[in-house]
């Protein structure tokens, strides 16, 4: 609901909850007016925004159709038709006001004495008495000077100069009147800057302000229109106490004081358009917020007179006139006509309308005009009569012109006379010179002066913000960063200044070149006094002969031009004009647009009956029939015609034609909307084929698309054809997409086609009111006159209709009949004023009538009410804006100022931020229905606020205050020194927010059921949001951005043998050579190390003593320590120099290997101080001894030793260390039994210390015995290469006895340092051995107050309960039984071959599925650039190249059958066929689900897409797969879409892998934030595919909202166990979570699954700065858990993208994780990697629930066996089974029956496992109660999973029952909405009051109302509980009964059960 004057009118309302971005179909049914002007009954507004039974409203859908209008006028007809009465509308009022007002006289004042002043030593002074009589003259010789009120010119008083200027200055000036000694004049000249003394200066400077101050008193009280004060000498420079510049008394200053005391105005604009700034005028309202000062001028960085720093653009003002001081310094000399121009349009103007000045003073120096060579700009005289035209459309049009500057006497004359002819009303004059793109220096100056007044002006919405430390790519907007100059004068003021001219005189070939040019603009541009009549006016009774013959209350009824002719004639417009004779179109003329065949038929018309044409008109679109049908339809276009030919021929200056039918929807051949003839189609048409028109502007601002006007012209130069016209994304009649903003027309009028397209305007779910004056101010003043005056027209035609006029029926729109008059007034400045008005739609009788007679008043030349203040055009009118200058930039060179800006203080002056936040709902003509907070000149201080923390009302801030002292005195001398400013950026992001200065952020709620509505809340232009998140999502990019040039490096090998010419080398090149893997490395040759090398000379003392290491006493030969630490020193020196990227250092099984790498580490480090690395050492520990003198005390190196022990049981007695950085690990297992034990104990325990320590290196040892398996080097290889960067070492001991194994690991280890594909096939997994599980909880005890990563563990938990020995609980026959290495595991040659040459990765991606948008947002998130923009990525980091490319194709029938119903691919396959409108109304009938023609196709691709890249990997062409692919699919579920999601591709993808490529095991990892609800569903009972979910949670509340997200659904039937969800319950995870989500869940549980293809569903909408997930996930942490995943199983993995909304961010992600894929080095995750609590006690959940189907994760040492093999015939032991529903009730009803009911305390009943956190902790009241004891409901949670329960016993009475009123009408609704923030997914209602408000996990909006009104008890709509604020507790009592009864009632729709 919105009020429209004295009623409520209706809005749509949703069905239900959608995405939040389309509601369904229909539009805002409007108000019928009630055209008696009496004030009917109102309606009450009704809570819930129904619809009242009395009210005398109408609901109609968008589509205009005869049927759906009958019901709408049947009340309408019934209605008065006399106007003598009020008018009902409130927004009338103005409009009725000003219906008697015309124009006033134009005033002038001038005095001949003036010219007494004058310089005695230099008579060519250029401020000579001539300027004067020259302008005097001319105007003289127009007969301007007899149609003004002449004004005497009187000497102003002292008293009022005083009110300005100091008594000192006065008295000085006095003085000079009586000097006459030449000599001493020009002494005291010389004291000040660029002013002579004469004895008549102060007489004349007297006069000069006198006149300028009666002129303006004149005006400001209504006596004048306007006026002009021909006075010299000027003032704009004269200041308080300073004369300067030619200036003695500031006559414009001290006019616009005296007008601020003595009328109370409180909002004047000043204009100085002279060439240089009028500093004075800006130091005396520097600090005044009633004052506008506005100033271009020439500046030059400060090298241009007056040489002020304060003179630059970011001197905005002080105090509480901050944002009131417009300085547009001009930098370059040349500026024209398109300059000025650009400056109005895109800055003064829409200013001074949101200023809505009540007066303005022009400051009018005409220095800037062509020929002045103080100015040397190339203004012609002509633009100033179009600037003083612009400014009469403000303020009444009560204009003041001062005449200040201004040297070249002709272009001074002329000039002037233009400005005073534009203030008598004279048209103004065609600009000669062609408009063309203004100049770059003036962008930049416009664009800066944006930039810092942008935080203080709401209208400047149209330039979008950058972070400067945001990446951009070549496909980004624009940008421009401001900067600052000054080449001024920086040294003191001098004593002296010159007091005689020296400007050079000028050749006499540049006098006659400037001359010649003059007089060329004086004859085309000159001043026409034309006296002919202003309007001409056309209206025939015959037009109303046509009407419907069925329904006399039709819209389009002949009332519509009766109603405006007789207001035109009881205003007394019609007398003021010429009326016309009528006549009709000839067939001829209506043929110019039409067929001869439509002609015909409409001729045939007066031949048929009533019957016949009532069959007719049912064959065409909203249009009826008559016999007189093509009469008046010819009589319309005729008289239109009769207009154009008056105006043309110069009968008439302007023309107005009320005809009817409308005409602007006809097309050539058919009749459609009401329309027949196409009226000014066929005018158009007419003046150029007949009249000789070469260019006419074709303006229509009907609220419906001119469609007919469109495509007559679509092809047509001659013709701009611009329409303004409400489209709501296709759904608005006449819904084609014609009518879209890229539609420019084609051929050579392409370009001559500007659609602007209005769409529905939302806020949240709601659809507020239409557009208004604020919009379509913004839309003229952006887009319409820039490209009108390049177009430069001789004739404009306006389709006139006013259906988007306040109360219209049809249109829905909001604007006021003052709007239509000020954009007819702008119009007028064009053409020489020949426009056209011809009458189209509008059905609101009153409205129309008020509308054109305001806009034939524009044209009369009458003043035009004022528009509100503040006038602020809506997010959705400003997205549209751009949308169209960014499509027509490229035709229309005055488009050019489409640019982002930083969001940084880059000019270190509180600037930045962004433009000011608008409302996004709410139409700026609404909004500005509230007081203007304008109009309050004081800032509103805080009590205890200081000066600096002073806020103001926008648009002015509060500033410091400053001590009272001349503003120049003020300014600093700053230096152009940007590079300073840019290093400081980083520190004001942080301070400096996107959110204006005088604007509170709003309190975001925390319950996000739907994505869309989050998406809504922040916009995609919703990615740039606030410096500080561009700054953080910059900084989170610099790693992925840094990673382009982070190529793989070179592999290094050496070997280190026993013994030279071994033939074990021999055998390994020999193997690697066959697979061109030796080739591809760099081999170093065997380098042993000196002893003093390796060791300080104090520890190899004590080492050679105790004689620990083998051989250390040799010097370089026989000792294998020394050889083997020269070898792998040279090699890590290597790598560390960035050398080589990695390497493998090969040694016979000799003593010294791990004491040698030991040295070598040590001896590095000597010289690299600042390396870390990591040591682990797998086999043989290194001594003690070397440790203890090594490394105890050395931060920098990280040791984790890990041995196999040959005892009876694990030991741990070495386990806690004697040093946090030396880590040792005892197991007493066989490596050789399972390849589990060891790769749970990397997952587990070394990787998250790695990656907790941070290093640049690893070191890998491993003897002999470790490498019997021959996964186990690659798996160790892939699990460490990404930690850091690939910088990795591999010291491996290799045996003649395992040479085959050995060398199989050794050629697949070297693979994978290569990075190329190796994947050995893994023998079954087996339970995790009892001995490995007991010594990694003895690890994590001893470490864990070492190491963060083991203390916040998902198992750290377990590890109190787990000391000391444990038995095995393993089945007996799996604990004897051994697994020997297979031999099909070990990969063959031939098997490697295929990726030896081409590519190992394949990649697809199609441009056809961005055909898939959203009609009505095209911000919508899930946007068509998703893909564009990472494939543009990949292409830049040149993946593209090195990927397979695939082509991507449909799915088949066949393949989405497997999971998708046949009804829903029937549902998609339908979807082509509907129109935009059928679309926009079904997709609500679904979740989150917008639907387009071509949304099938593209789902279908997306699927197929994902089909060919698993069909390339399973037939072995590539290893791996990525899938660059929309729509998403994961939450699509086998019958419906949602989520954004059609086909679920992935699933499809999956169950293709199981069925056609029968595969067993099939991993799908889904890492987008939200839940794939559909993927779950479909493979939950299907052990074959392990589905692994990572998402955000929020204990339920975020997307998609469903419990089947919690760790407990862990699937069903043969599928329990593999279905594992690890939901997190909060915002804000990152890396940190991310990553110990993967190392202690994901890749356990992978590796014992062994799959055989993982696909990933890629959503990358928990990265940084995704405007949906709220995580901060970094490219490179995806990559890692890429890099991760291609080391299970067989390796084939397959990345497939799902969500991810901020454009960089997922174009990082995405190439991230082709990198991983591709082998190439990842950055290293850097940061805190400590989860947080919430993750960790996710993460303990899921363990919880999943031990007892994985091993790897059960460290308890229960009996479980794997899910795999529960699903196989194979095992007969089931996994320990969860008690049956009925056991658990039982068990649960035996808790609670020992718990007293009496008692008011809660009691916790424990069960046998831990419970599950509570959303938030305990469990809370509508917002909460405050103790921990309060939980007070029995959660009944699901009993097969709940770990413990409370039971809640509420308190049975409390003092504040006595609030609790009756329930109204004994009825309550729990499905009502919030009645603050309309959400409707957790509310509460007051017991007192009965307010429903949502409760604390939404906005908590009930419990401040609650603290605020002192209403205590409230009812839960959600479980019907009842909690009382005041006793933090629940409470039943039989006084609550009627309310929950009543909630029982409506929810249930039962009676409740008896209350006990």
């Known amino acids: 609901m919105y009020c429209v004057g004295q009623y409520w009118m209706a809005e749509d309302k949703p069905e239900r909850k959608t995405s939040g971005r389309n509601p369904p179909g229909g539009s805002v049914a409007a108000a019928v007016a009630d055209t008696d002007g009496k004030t009917k009954e109102t309606v009450p507004r009704e809570s819930g925004g129904g619809i009242g039974k009395n009210r005398r409203l109408a609901s109609i859908r968008s589509r205009i159709s005869i049927e759906e209008l009958k019901n709408v006028y049947k009340r309408q007809v019934t209605l008065s038709q006399d106007d003598s009465a009020e008018p009902i509308f409130d927004p009338m009022a103005k409009a009725q006001e000003s219906l008697m007002v015309v124009r006033g006289k134009t005033g002038v004042v001038y005095c001949h004495q003036m010219t007494n002043h004058l310089c005695f030593w230099d008579p060519q002074h250029m401020e000579k008495p001539e300027r004067l009589l020259c302008i005097l003259d001319r105007c003289q010789e127009l007969g301007l000077l007899q149609e003004c009120e002449r004004l005497e010119c009187r000497a102003a008083k002292e008293e009022e100069v005083l009110n300005l200027h100091s008594p000192a200055h006065f008295g000085l000036l006095q003085t000079t009147s009586s000097i006459t000694d030449q000599e001493k004049l020009e002494d005291l000249s010389s004291r000040f800057d660029s002013v002579y003394f004469h004895p008549g200066t102060f007489e004349s400077a007297l006069l000069a302000a006198g006149g300028t101050l009666d002129l303006v008193d004149a005006v400001a009280s209504g006596r004048l229109q306007n006026g002009f004060a021909i006075v010299r000498p000027p003032g704009h420079h004269a200041m308080e106490s300073e004369f300067c510049g030619y200036s003695f008394i500031n006559n414009v200053a001290l006019a616009t004081r005296q007008a601020l005391n003595t009328h109370g105005l409180s909002r004047i604009l000043i204009v100085d358009w002279d060439v240089h700034h009028g500093q004075g005028t800006q130091q005396a309202f520097y600090s005044d917020p009633r004052v506008l000062y506005f100033s271009i001028h020439r500046y030059e960085h400060g090298s241009f007179w007056p040489n002020l720093r304060e003179s630059n653009y970011d001197y905005i003002g002080q105090g509480n006139g901050k944002g009131f001081n417009f300085n547009v310094p001009l930098n370059s000399i040349g500026m024209a006509n398109q300059d000025f121009l650009a400056i109005l349009h895109q800055v003064l103007l829409p200013v001074a309308y949101e200023f ?62 233009m400005t005073l002819s534009a203030l008598l009303g004279h048209p103004c004059p065609s600009l000669m010179d062609p408009i063309i793109q203004p100049s770059k220096s003036l962008q930049e100056t416009l664009l800066s002066l944006v930039y810092v007044q942008r935080p203080y002006w709401k209208c400047f919405q149209y330039q979008g913000s950058f972070s400067l430390e945001e990446v951009r790519g070549d496909s980004d907007p624009k940008t421009f960063t401001p900067s600052l100059s000054f080449m001024g004068l920086t040294s003191c003021r001098p004593l002296r200044f010159p007091t005689r001219d020296n400007v050079e005189p000028r050749t006499p070939e540049a006098l006659q070149r400037i001359n010649d040019k003059f007089q060329c603009l004086r004859q085309k541009e000159g001043v026409r006094v034309r006296f002919e009549p202003r309007l001409c006016l056309v209206y025939d009774e015959g037009m109303e002969l046509h009407h419907s013959l069925t329904e006399g209350e039709h819209p389009e009824r002949p009332e519509r031009i009766r109603r405006v002719w007789e207001m035109l004639s009881r205003v007394g417009v019609v007398e003021r004009c010429r009326v016309l004779q009528s006549r009709r179109a000839q067939h001829e003329e209506v043929e110019l647009v039409h067929t001869k065949e439509h002609v015909e038929f409409m001729y045939k018309l007066e031949s048929m009956d009533e019957e016949e044409l009532q069959i007719l008109q049912e064959s065409y679109k909203s249009v009826y029939l008559h016999p007189k049908t093509n009469d008046c339809a010819l009589l319309s276009a005729g008289c239109l015609l009769q207009v154009v030919e008056e105006v043309w021929q110069g009968r008439a200056r302007a023309g107005v034609g009320l005809i009817r039918p409308p005409g602007h929807h006809a097309e050539p051949d058919q009749p459609h909307g009401f329309c027949f003839y196409n009226n000014v189609a066929v005018a158009a048409r007419h003046a150029i084929h007949n009249l000789g028109c070469q260019r006419v502007l074709i303006v229509d601002w009907d609220v419906h698309h001119g469609n007919g006007i469109q495509h007559a012209f679509e092809e047509e130069p001659r013709v701009l054809y611009v329409s303004l016209h409400r489209y709501d994304h296709g759904l608005f009649f006449p819904s084609s997409e014609d009518a879209n903003f890229d539609r420019v027309g084609r051929g050579p009028g392409e370009g001559f086609t500007i659609n602007i397209p209005w769409n529905k305007v939302h806020r949240g779910e709601r659809m507020m009111s239409g557009m208004g004056d604020a919009e379509y101010m913004a839309a003229f003043t952006q887009v319409i006159m820039p490209v009108a005056y390049q177009f430069n027209p001789q004739l404009v035609l306006v389709a006139a209709g006013f259906d988007a006029a306040r109360g219209d029926p049809l249109g829905g729109c909001r604007t006021s009949p003052e709007c239509y008059g000020h954009m007819t007034s702008l119009l007028a400045g064009l053409a020489e004023g020949r426009v056209v008005l011809a009458l189209e739609g509008g059905y609101n009788l009153t409205t129309i009538s008020y509308c054109m007679t305001l806009c034939a008043k524009a044209l009369l030349g009458d003043p035009m009410p004022p528009l509100e203040a503040q006038l602020v055009p809506n997010k959705s009118a400003v997205h549209t804006i751009n949308e169209v200058i960014s499509v027509h930039s490229k035709y229309w060179s005055a488009l050019c100022f489409q640019v982002e800006l930083p969001l940084q203080d880059v000019l270190q002056q509180g600037c930045g931020g962004g433009p000011q936040g608008v409302d996004s709902g709410v139409s700026g003509s609404e909004a500005s229905l509230s007081p203007s907070p304008i109009s309050i000149p004081s800032p509103v201080k805080s009590r205890d606020s200081s000066p600096s923390t002073t806020t103001t009302t926008s648009p002015y801030v509060s500033a410091p205050s400053s001590p009272a002292k001349p503003i120049f005195m003020e300014c600093e001398v700053k230096t152009n020194d940007v590079q300073e400013c840019l290093s400081d950026s980083k520190e004001t992001a942080s301070s400096v927010g996107a959110r204006p200065r005088t604007q509170q952020p709003k309190k975001t709620p925390n319950r996000t059921p739907h994505k869309p509505r989050q998406a809504s809340n922040r916009s995609v232009d919703r990615q740039r949001s606030t410096p500080k998140k561009h700054g953080k999502v910059a900084a989170a990019m610099q790693a992925a951005i840094a990673s382009q040039s982070l190529v793989k490096g070179p592999t290094g090998v050496v070997c280190v043998e026993r013994d030279k ?89 000799m003593d010294g290997l791990h004491s040698g790498v030991a040295l070598a580490v040590h001896s590095v480090l000597s010289i690299h101080s600042k390396a870390r690395m990591v040591v682990v050492d797998f086999g043989n520990c290194v001594e003690p001894e070397i440790l203890d003198h090594l490394f105890s005390h050395e931060p920098r190196v990280l040791v984790l030793s890990v041995r196999q022990c040959q005892y009876a049981s694990g030991s741990t007695s070495r386990n806690k260390g004697r040093y946090s950085n030396v880590l040792s690990v005892d197991i007493n297992c066989n490596i050789a039994e399972s390849s589990h034990d060891y790769l749970t104990l990397v997952h587990q325990l070394l990787l998250p210390v790695i990656y907790e320590f941070g290093p640049q290196m690893v070191v890998m040892t491993a003897a002999c015995e470790w490498n019997i398996y021959p996964a186990f080097l690659p798996n160790m290889a892939g699990l460490f290469l990404p930690v850091t960067s690939d910088r990795l070492v591999m010291a491996v001991e290799i045996d003649q006895q395992r040479s085959i194994v050995v060398n199989e690991g050794i050629v697949g280890a070297l693979s994978t340092l290569l990075g190329r594909p190796y994947h050995p096939k893994m023998s079954q997994s087996e339970s995790l051995r009892p001995e490995v599980c007991q010594t990694i909880l003895e690890v994590m005890k001893a470490q864990q107050g070492n190491w963060k990563s083991l203390r916040y563990h998902a198992l750290a938990s377990l590890v109190t309960s787990s000391t000391g020995k444990q038995e095995s609980l393993l089945p007996s026959h799996l604990q004897q039984q051994t697994i020997k290495p297979q031999e099909d595991a070990l990969l063959k040659p031939k098997e490697l071959e295929c990726f030896k040459e081409g590519q190992s990765v394949c990649l697809v991606y199609s441009e056809a599925m961005k055909e898939h948008l959203n009609y009505a947002d095209s911000t919508h998130p899930e946007c068509p650039d998703r893909i564009s923009c990472i494939f543009e990525q990949l292409c830049n980091f040149g993946i593209v190249e090195r990927c397979q490319r695939l082509k991507a194709r449909e799915a088949t029938l066949q393949e989405l059958e497997r999971v998708h119903s046949s009804r829903h691919i029937k549902f998609m396959s339908g979807l082509q066929a509907l129109k935009p409108s059928e679309l926009h109304h079904l997709e609500n009938s679904f979740d989150s689900i917008y639907l387009h023609r071509r949304t099938n196709r593209c789902a279908l691709l997306a699927a197929g897409s994902i089909l060919t890249a698993v069909d390339c990997v399973m037939s072995g062409s590539c290893q791996h797969g990525v899938a660059v692919v929309r729509p998403p699919g994961h939450h699509a579920e086998r019958n419906n879409p949602c989520g954004f999601c059609f086909y679920n591709s992935v699933g499809v993808a999956a169950q293709h892998a199981v069925t056609s490529h029968h595969l067993q095991r099939v991993l799908v990892l889904d890492w987008d934030v939200h839940h794939g609800n559909g993927t779950q569903h479909m493979f939950e009972s299907d052990p074959r595919v392990l589905y692994i979910s990572i998402h955000r949670y929020d204990n339920g509340r975020f997307f998609p909202g469903s419990a089947d997200a919690n760790y407990n659904r862990v699937g069903l039937k043969k599928g329990k166990g593999f279905n594992i969800n690890i939901p997190w319950n909060k915002g804000g995870m990152g890396d940190a979570e991310y990553l110990a989500a993967f190392l202690e869940v994901v890749l356990p549980v992978a590796t014992e699954f062994n799959p055989q293809l993982v696909l990933i569903s890629a959503g990358f909408d928990a990265a940084v700065g995704d405007p949906l997930g709220g995580c901060n996930v970094t490219p490179e942490c995806y990559g890692h858990m890429t890099k991760f995943l291609t080391c299970v199983g067989d390796g084939r993995v397959i990345v497939a993208l799902e969500g991810g909304y901020n454009l960089t961010s997922i174009s990082y992600c995405m190439t991230l994780c082709a990198k991983a894929l591709l082998g190439d080095p990842l950055p290293c995750l850097s940061g805190n990697l400590t989860p947080c609590q919430s993750a960790v006690d996710s993460l303990i959940n899921v363990v919880g629930a ?136 957790e509310n509460w209602c007051c017991l007192t009051c009965y307010k429903v408000l949502c409760g604390r996990f939404v906005s908590e909006h009930m419990l401040m109302h609650g603290v605020c009104e002192e209403h205590h008890m409230v009812l839960s709509f959600s479980d019907l509980s009842i909690w009382c604020y005041a006793c933090d507790s629940y409470v039943h009592n039989p006084v609550l009964f009627e309310a929950k009864r009543a909630a029982h009632l409506d929810k249930f729709g039962l009676e409740p059960p008896e209350c006990s």
């Not at 006595?1858 to 409707?1880: F, R, W």
């Open 1746 to 1881: 999943h031990c007892k189907f994985w091993s790897s994760l059960n460290l308890k040492g229960k009996m479980v066996e794997s899910p795999r093999k529960q699903a196989s015939s194979i095992s007969t032991q089931r996994p320990i089974s969860s008690p049956t529903s009925s056991q658990a009730v039982d068990e649960l009803a035996a808790s609670l029956s020992q718990v007293s009911m009496a008692e008011a305390t809660p009691r916790k009943i424990q069960t046998e496992e831990k419970k599950e956190e509570a959303p938030g902790g305990e469990l809370e009241g509508a917002c909460g109660g405050g103790h921990e004891d309060s939980a007070t409901t029995l959660i009944l949670s699901d009993c097969l999973g709940a770990q413990e329960l409370y039971a809640v016993v509420p308190v049975s009475w409390c003092p504040h029952l006595e609030e609790v009123q009756p329930v109204p009408d004994g009825t309550l609704n729990t499905s009502s909405a919030c009645e603050e923030c309309y959400d409707t997914s």
């Open 1061 to 1149: 010419g071994g033939s074990l080398a021999e055998t390994i090149v020999n193997q690697c050579q066959a697979l061109d893997l030796w080739q591809a490395c760099n081999v170093l040759s065997s380098q042993p190390a000196m002893k003093a090398e390796v060791f300080p000379e104090k520890i190899l003392q004590h080492l050679c003593s105790a004689n620990v290491v083998n051989g250390l006493r040799g010097e370089r030969t026989g000792d294998a320590s020394l050889q083997i630490a020269g070898s792998v020193a040279k090699l890590l020196q290597e790598i560390l120099d960035g050398k080589f990227q990695n390497g493998m250092a090969l040694t016979e099984a």
């Open 356 to 417: 809505s000045p009540e007066l303005v003073i022009v400051s009018a120096g005409f220095d800037a005009a062509i020929g002045c060579h103080e100015g040397e700009m190339e203004v012609s005289p002509g633009l100033y009569a179009h600037l003083t035209s612009h400014l009469m459309t403000l303020a009444q049009g009560k204009v003041a012109v001062v005449l200040e500057g201004g040297y070249y006497l002709p272009s001074l004359a002329e000039s002037a006379a």
